[in-house]
């Protein structure tokens, strides 16, 4: 039997685990972050709300610009 995309609710595909960081983490510590939880998306919470998320792309990124020592 063939699902169809819409019928498959959020709650069957949504990750299990959230990772999350303050604004003034280090790239180096979120970096780690990623690299130890294997995990791609990083969201920044300030004030108990998000205000972002750093993806491991992001991370390579600032990497190649020198801002990650």
Do not use: C, Q, Y
């Not at 595909?13 to 130890?36: C, N, Q």
């Not at 939880?37 to 998000?50: L, M």
């Amino acid at each position: 039997m063939h699902t169809e995309f819409n019928d498959i609710p959020i709650e069957k595909i949504k990750p299990t685990l959230l990772v999350s960081a303050a604004p003034d983490t280090s790239l180096a510590e979120l970096a780690g972050l990623r690299h130890d939880r294997h995990i791609h998306r990083i969201v920044i919470v300030e004030d108990g709300k998000p205000t972002g998320i750093v993806t491991t792309s992001d991370i390579l990124k600032a990497g190649k610009k020198g801002k990650v020592s």
